[in-house]
Nanobody
Framework: QVQLVESGGGLVQPGESLRLSCTTS????????MGWYRQVPGKQRELVAA???????NYLDSVKGRFTISRDNAKNTVYLQMNNLKPEDTAVYYC?????????WGQGTEVTVSS
């Protein structure tokens, strides 16, 4: 059974930081491209950051320089370090694991940035 469990969301003030974690089970984690997506009500889910098997990364333009994605293959976990958070970063953040045509999603963790 494949599981992706996100954690680390919460309510923070603008300028503060959060680190999201997504721990997986049931997959050969090191083979998967891992991504963080976010979604706000009424809008499409968007890719925030992704990291390949080899560690190459890409980011949504609006988070470049503020967010960092990383992975720990020994812990089957992917992280998203989010610094200098802005109100527009408020969303539900989802973790995705992809290997070829196989894709699995977590249940999401909510991030609210508000003063």
């Amino acid at each position: 059974q494949v599981q992706l469990v996100e954690s680390g969301g919460g309510l923070v003030q603008p300028g503060e930081s959060l680190r999201l974690s997504c721990t997986t089970s049931g997959i050969m984690f090191s083979n998967y491209v891992m991504g963080w997506y976010r979604q706000v009500p009424g809008k499409q889910r968007e890719l925030v950051a992704a990291i390949t098997r080899g560690g190459s990364t890409n980011y949504l333009d609006s988070v470049k320089g503020r967010f960092t994605i990383s992975r720990d293959n020994a812990k089957n976990t992917v992280y998203l370090q989010m610094n200098n958070l802005k109100p527009e970063d408020t969303a539900v953040y989802y973790c995705k694991a992809q290997f070829g045509s196989r894709a699995y999603w977590g249940q999401g963790t909510e991030v609210t940035v508000s003063s």
